[in-house]
């Protein structure tokens, strides 16, 4: 964790909002908390709810036990040193959402299967678009995410040049049906870390970024806003996490897909 990328954020969105170099990919959310299909509040789940008065004890045990999946995406997916890159196009929130679709798969004990961001671009017509979180979470629900066997080329956003079955093969790998938990901004850290303490990682979004990540972990850091350090897997080519740090760290949005259907 040490060796880990650091941005305090409230320092790296003045550069943002003053002209970032990343394409904007993520619009902000547009339904209400819990109201988008097979959206569940995850204030509605007591069982899954923590108390904030243990946050510091429950980080503590979710890193000594390894329960983050910060840990089940290095023994799948992406162990030390992979990089997860969008090369340019503004699809960080199918990037980030896929991301949280393995770490689910992982985390469910399935087969390690490389699933392909990129052809998600039907739900934005194939264009180069920013889109919503919802909008993704919804189309993994419906029609799921194909393989990364089926598109040759992992930008490519002509779908004539997927394999003829890459349709029928994304069905394999799709959010359960009320495979979402979602979080209440107001109390964003709580909601956060009672999803991660699952094993389950959260699509989020930074509004002031534009952009869309995936939050896979979280440190215990008394110096910092709320006590903690964001430890978050980006999609702009880099070989480690990166934490966010600062009060403006705090998702804007967030979502834990905790279950996939059975394949």
């Not at 299909?37 to 204030?43: D, S």
């Not at 739900?123 to 194909?146: D, M, P, T």
């Not at 970024?209 to 972990?217: E, N, P």
């Amino acid at each position: 964790m040490s060796d880990n990328i650091i941005i305090n954020a409230d320092e790296f969105s003045k550069t943002v909002e003053g002209g970032d170099q990343y394409i904007p990919g993520v619009i902000p959310r547009k339904t209400v908390y819990g109201d988008a299909p097979g959206l569940v509040p995850v204030g509605d789940v007591p069982d899954v709810l923590i108390d904030m008065a243990d946050a510091k004890e429950i980080i503590a045990h979710c890193h000594e036990w390894r329960i983050f999946p910060m840990y089940h995406q290095e023994n799948s997916w992406a162990p030390d040193g992979f990089k997860w890159n969008q090369n340019g196009l503004g699809y960080c929130w199918t990037w980030s959402g896929t991301g949280d679709v393995m770490n689910c798969r992982a985390r469910e004990n399935k087969p390690t299967v490389m699933l392909s961001p990129v052809s998600m671009g039907y739900l934005v017509n194939w264009r180069n678009n920013g889109n919503y979180l919802e909008s993704f979470l919804e189309g993994a629900r419906k029609h799921g995410i194909a393989p990364a066997s089926c598109v040759p080329d992992q930008h490519s956003r002509n779908p004539r040049s997927y394999s003829d079955d890459w349709e029928e093969q994304a069905l394999k790998y799709r959010i359960a049906e009320d495979g979402v938990w979602d979080t209440n901004k107001s109390e964003m850290l709580r909601h956060c870390l009672s999803i991660l303490q699952n094993g389950t990682s959260c699509h989020i979004a930074y509004n002031w970024w534009g952009h869309a990540l995936s939050l896979i972990g979280l440190i215990w850091d008394e110096s910092q806003t709320n006590n903690v350090r964001w430890v978050i897997r980006n999609s702009h080519n880099e070989d480690t996490p990166i934490e966010m740090t600062g009060r403006r760290g705090v998702p804007d949005e967030a979502f834990g897909v905790h279950a996939t259907v059975t394949t």
